[in-house]
């Protein structure tokens, strides 16, 4: 995290992001050097989070995305590096194009509104079956975007993964071999976005079919990532992605939205014992559930943005995993 700019936006489920603009499109502060305006961003840090992501993310891939599984025993795991390296390369790449492309569509967005922005943080976890967190990008700190800007940054991101996401799930699909599943093998929770993809690419197939991990390809299971990243961060919640569109449709009331979802999500842990959601609770919570006003909360929306942010909040839904086993 850039020490000099503590508001965060991007991808990171776990690090949920927050959207600092200028006031009406134009630069403002109190300092005359150029440089603590358009600071240079730094690039040694990002550098090497990328490239360590990169690594986590083949580690993950080429371990058939049970990475923990190979980490007691260097000729287990060169044994292992050395027979699925292709496999681990694909995940790679399409997991790096999906992040990419959601960090490109804040960053876009960003210059368009002449906001200062840093470099992508990718955030690599070696012993994650995903073998990432996602990624983030800062914002300069003291500035804040207005309504409008807000919904364009905070809808930006997550769209432009998904278009990159869905093909890349599609090809997935398309390489989907049934015949491949082991019936005593790990079984994932399937997003509805999932099944519905699953139908399109093959009908024939009973839905579910594709569940158990033996039969995921690298595709597959770099488009369950972004799935799982995009919907997290589409929840309307805090300073999540979710939270910065829910803020511009519902300006203050959408703390009652997010208050209801904390309090929903804390019930849903306690009834059904899925505890792994708690790290995530507890980091929200601890960010803050209510988002902050933006600079100027009296801009209009306009319809065409109200329709497609209303939409977007559907996302979760789409995206998040079923809770059961297919």
């Known amino acids: ?28 502060a109190d300092v005359a050097d150029p440089e603590e ?7 040694v840090l990002p550098a090497v989070l990328l490239v360590a992501t990169c690594a986590s993310t083949f580690w993950a891939g080429a371990t058939n995305w049970l990475p923990f599984m190979y980490m007691d025993s260097f000729d287990r795991a060169g044994e292992i590096l ?14 790096l194009a999906v992040l990419g492309s959601h960090e490109m569509g804040h960053f876009l967005v960003a210059m368009r509104y002449r906001i200062p922005v840093s470099l992508p943080y990718f955030l690599p976890v070696p012993f994650h079956p995903l073998g990432t967190l996602g990624a983030v990008i800062g914002m300069q700190g003291g500035m ?5 800007q807000l919904f364009d940054l905070g ?8 278009v990159v996401a869905l093909p890349i799930l599609w090809i997935g699909f398309q390489q989907y071999d049934p015949q491949a599943t082991s019936r005593d093998s790990l079984q994932l929770p399937s997003p ?38 995009t919907g ?19 300006g203050r009331r959408s703390v009652w939205l997010a208050r209801g979802m904390l309090v929903g999500s804390i019930l849903f842990i306690l009834v059904t014992d899925q ?28 319809w065409p943005r109200r329709l497609v942010g209303w939409a977007s909040l559907a996302i979760p839904i789409l995206c998040l995993p079923s809770m059961h086993l297919a």
Do not use: C
């Open 82 to 95: 050395w027979h699925r390296w292709q496999q681990g390369l694909a995940y790679m790449v399409a997991v």
């Open 155 to 162: 809808l930006a991101g997550p769209l432009a993964g998904l």
């Open 275 to 302: 505890y792994n959601w708690a790290l995530m609770v507890i980091l929200v919570t601890l960010i803050g559930v209510d988002h902050p006003p933006t600079a100027d909360d009296q801009v209009r929306l306009g």
């Open 232 to 250: 997290l961060n589409m929840l309307p919640v805090s300073q999540l992605d979710g939270g910065h569109v829910a803020h511009a449709l519902l």
């Open 1 to 28: 995290m850039h020490k000099d700019t503590p508001h965060l936006y991007g991808t990171s489920p776990a690090l949920p992001p927050i959207l600092v603009a200028p006031e009406g499109g134009s630069y403002h």
């Open 192 to 229: 509805l976005l999932f099944q519905i993809v699953l139908r399109l690419a093959h009908p024939e197939y009973p839905p579910g079919s594709f569940a158990h991990l033996s039969a995921v390809n690298p595709f597959l299971a770099a488009g369950w990532a972004a799935m799982l990243v």
């Open 144 to 148: 804040r975007a207005n309504r409008r």
């Open 37 to 43: 305006v358009h600071p240079r961003p730094r690039i």
